[in-house]
């Protein structure tokens, strides 16, 4: 392990204590939900992870098909796993506030729709990256992939501003009645900051675990291995 | 206990144990390559 990540493991201990600190010990109950709105902390910064993980797939992606350089596609590759991982983790909390918030698991309103859907078109993204062999083709196809599915980020994002449904309406930037209290605010950024720590950690250790792979095929191949 | 506490708990206990399992996962991971490219390494040297 590098002293960065290891710098890195530091601070990500330390931004986990904070935020549990806050979400448990620091912050009043929310007036209308109470004691269950604490989810709301973890639950949208996995959503931003996963957000911010399918974008920078997206712009690897554009990388590689400009340059062909087999690092961005495994940064590429890297950052749409760990974002697959955060948007399942969106998906599992989200249900587990429905049900005591409002008496359901979910409904299939067009945040949760479009968020599954997003789910799916990585989880594609992901079988096609262990499906193709040949290594060109692969991540040419993966590139395209991550690029056109990038699209449904801003979809998920604008789904329930759009359209009403079940889910909440957004708290930022939301119009006029929406807004967090300042110390709701810290405690979301704090979130905010904790899950991305943790993504920064992820995508270099799953990066550096591409490499590994890679290069034990090219020494078996050098070495007429199969 | 507050209300709905094990709620909360859970989802957050999700979260963490599904990201320090992956991450986790993936050090073991690195370690093993890491030992299969010095494997490789020297099978080829001594040809």
Known sequence: ?226 | MPHNFWWVFSAYSVVWLAVILYLARLFGRQRNCERQVDALKKERGSH
């Open chain 1, 1 to 226: 392990m590098r002293a960065i990540d290891r710098v890195l493991l530091v601070l990500e201990a330390f931004a986990m204590t904070t935020l549990c600190y806050l979400v448990f010990l620091y912050i009043p109950l929310e007036r209308t939900q109470g004691y269950v709105q604490k989810i709301f902390f973890i639950h949208v910064p996995c959503a931003w992870v996963g957000f911010l993980a399918f974008t920078i797939t997206a712009i690897m992606g554009g990388r590689y098909l400009a340059s062909r350089n087999p690092d961005h596609d495994r940064w590429a590759a890297a950052s749409a796993e760990v974002g697959f991982m955060f948007t399942t983790l969106v998906l599992i909390p989200g249900p587990m506030w429905a049900r005591p918030g409002w008496g359901i698991w979910g409904t299939w309103g067009v945040r949760l729709t479009s968020t599954l859907v997003l789910w799916l078109i990585y989880l594609a993204y992901l079988i096609l990256r262990q499906t193709v062999s040949e290594r060109d083709r692969r991540s040419v196809l993966a590139s395209v992939t991550g690029i056109i599915g990038w699209l449904g980020v801003p979809i998920v994002y604008l789904a329930n501003r759009v359209k009403a449904s079940q889910h909440p309406a957004p708290v930022i930037g939301g119009g006029e009645k929406s807004g967090l209290a300042p110390i709701f605010l810290i405690t979301l950024l704090v979130g905010v900051a904790t899950l991305t720590i943790f993504y920064i950690i992820l995508l270099r250790a799953r990066v550096r675990g591409i490499q590994l792979e890679d290069e034990i095929e090219e020494l078996q191949i050098a070495g007429g291995l199969d």
